[in-house]
């Protein structure tokens, strides 16, 4: 091992210390694995990246519900009312994903077993 790779090392000692003692380890434990999830440096501030998270996936969920919209009324012929039923429905199950009271696997599970269509999610890994 080189004296940079050593300490490389003993930086990340340093900090992984500085922060179980800030944060407590359950809360290190989960940023931990979230960057990894993420590939996220240490170094990028976690409440920037949380708020930019949470910026993209609500534009992310804004323009899927235009999309979903526009079909329902193009294809399928939807007017005002069942496209505002189809928007609030949509709302509320985003709420509940973001309330971590459902999870991805868990809606495509449902569509499986009650629909029998098979939806992947593709990761961003």
Known sequence: MTRKEDQARLDGMAYATQQIERLGLEAFKK??????????????????ILEGSQ????????TVLTMAVMVLHD?????KKRCKQFTDR?????????????TWDDMTQIIKDELGLS???RLND
């Open 31 to 48: 940023e931990l694995a979230m960057r990894g999830r993420r590939k996220l440096a240490l170094a990028a501030p976690l409440d920037g």
């Open 55 to 62: 910026r993209i996936k609500e534009m992310t969920l804004d």
């Open 75 to 79: 294809e399928f012929g939807f007017g």
């Open 90 to 102: 949509y709302n509320l199950k985003s709420d509940c994903l973001a309330a971590d009271l459902v």
């Open 119 to 121: 939806i992947k999610i």
